[in-house]
């Protein structure tokens, strides 16, 4: 049996390369984004439909469900890919930006579960990998609404990964590090109240700090991360025996080896602290 997969944000960056991973290996792809239109290359691939889902619209997600049932039968894994970073000091981000974000990244990524998951237990099982990155492990100045939705996601995904595993379904993290393209430096919101010269000052000192850092990191590691490596742990996730946290990349990889080694909560907080502040 040909297993099907359903995939977030596919437009550009790890959706994208996600796609074609799973398309290459011989799966079902249900391709979705916004704007399905404008896509040119997953519309190549015989073994994908591209088609429209919202992950703030239900109608689009339903619509998006249905239309993949209908071609290829069923949906064996989610993959919750779809959305954004933002920079700002708390101060600084609008209300309308905090809920925009909240809406995308933590309650768009309920609302594709909730539609797939009665289906998954009709079929006696199936996964669900959210991908959020290396935010939802660690706290980052700058980033705090961004780091807020990251957090509620992974916390989410524990919780669900066990309440559904008695259920036969299996929910599991993806988190990357900074990439090529990831959410630290592409589809990022700008949409800040930056009339305060002060805190427009610290914003750019922490980013310049932060930005060094992964940097020196990168230079530090012997391999350089390549976002296919993302994709590559999405497939191990729908098709092997993962644990729930998946940290991709050196950096991400560096921050859970602390996070596992530190005493507390709080000493880990503060053995990152120099590599996040000024």
Known sequence: MTHTVLIT????????????????????VIATMRSPEKEIELTELSNVLVTKLDVT????????????????????????????????????????????????????????????LPMMRAQGGGTIINVTSMAALIPVPGNSIYTATKHATGGLTEAMALEYEPLGIRIRLVEPGAFPTTRFTANVDTTVTDN????????????????????????????????????????????????????????????????????????????????LMP
């Open 9 to 28: 944000g596919c437009s550009s960056g790890f959706g994208k390369l996600t796609a074609k991973t799973f398309s290459q290996k011989g799966w079902n």
């Open 57 to 116: 619209d239900p109608a689009s997600i339903a619509a998006a469900i249905q239309q993949g049932v209908a071609q290829f039968g069923r949906i064996d894994v989610l993959v919750n890919n779809a959305g954004y970073g933002g920079h700002a000091i708390f101060e600084q981000a609008t209300d309308a930006s905090i809920r925009d974000m909240f809406e995308t990244n933590v309650f768009g990524t309920m609302n594709t579960m909730r539609a797939v």
């Open 196 to 275: 305060d010269e002060v805190l427009k000052a610290y914003d750019h000192r922490l980013r310049q700090h932060f930005a060094k850092q992964v940097e020196q990191v990168a230079a530090a590691s012997d391999r350089v991360n390549d976002p296919q490596d993302v994709a590559e742990t999405i497939y191990e996730c729908a098709t092997q025996d993962t644990p729930i946290h998946n940290p991709v990349g050196s950096d991400a990889a560096m921050l859970a080896e602390m996070i596992a080694a530190a005493e507390s909560r709080q000493a880990f907080i503060e053995q990152v602290t120099p590599l």
